[in-house]
């Protein structure tokens, strides 16, 4: 929230010795000046291509060829972080057709080489969290032993005040 306010407003720093409505608005004149310039600027630069996460359409609207595959697993946000870190343009449609719902990941032929990197990074870390097994199970096992420690169950008011 604090970014948001402090990417919205505009910082105007006029050195004089004394404020008049003419020094006020020759500065504010000079300020839409430079924004119309820098507007300018980035219209001459041309659109930012979109990168990372997309729609299917702004994928296909590209005309690099797009290839798919299908995942079946439910965790599909595990497989983003490692396709962003990869570099990877791609969109994710979610299959509704199926009980269990099937993702078709569209992703661009050029990047069959990096997609192929984190597809193989994505299943080493879902084989790992099976391997790891459940915290709560591992604490139920401990359990019966916990049981069996006694507690002091009588509190003592003047323990460890010996003077």
């Known amino acids: 929230m604090q970014e948001e306010v402090e990417n919205r407003t505009v910082t105007l720093i006029i050195s004089s010795s004394?404020?008049?409505?003419?020094?006020?608005?020759?500065?504010?004149?000079?300020?839409?000046?430079?924004?119309?310039?820098?507007?300018?600027?980035?219209?001459?630069?041309?659109?930012v291509k979109p990168t990372g996460k997309q729609s299917v359409k702004e994928l296909v609207g590209q005309n690099q060829g797009v290839s798919n595959i299908e995942i079946n697993d439910r965790n599909i946000k595990d497989f983003e972080k490692v396709a962003r870190k990869y570099g990877v343009d791609y969109a994710v449609k979610k299959d509704r057709a199926t009980a269990p719902p099937k993702y078709l990941v569209f992703f661009?032929?050029?990047?069959?080489?990096?997609?192929?990197?984190?597809?193989?990074?994505?299943?080493?870390?879902?084989?790992?969290?099976?391997?790891?097994?459940s915290i709560v199970q591992k604490l139920r096992s401990m359990n019966p032993l916990a049981q069996t420690i006694s507690k002091d169950k009588v509190r003592h008011k003047d323990k460890g005040l010996e003077l």
């Open 108 to 133: 661009k032929a050029r990047d069959a080489d990096a997609l192929t990197a984190a597809f193989d990074e994505y299943s080493r870390q879902a084989l790992q969290k099976k391997d790891r097994g």
């Open 18 to 47: 004394k404020l008049t409505g003419r020094i006020l608005k020759s500065a504010m004149s000079h300020y839409l000046s430079y924004q119309k310039e820098k507007k300018r600027e980035n219209a001459q630069n041309g659109p």
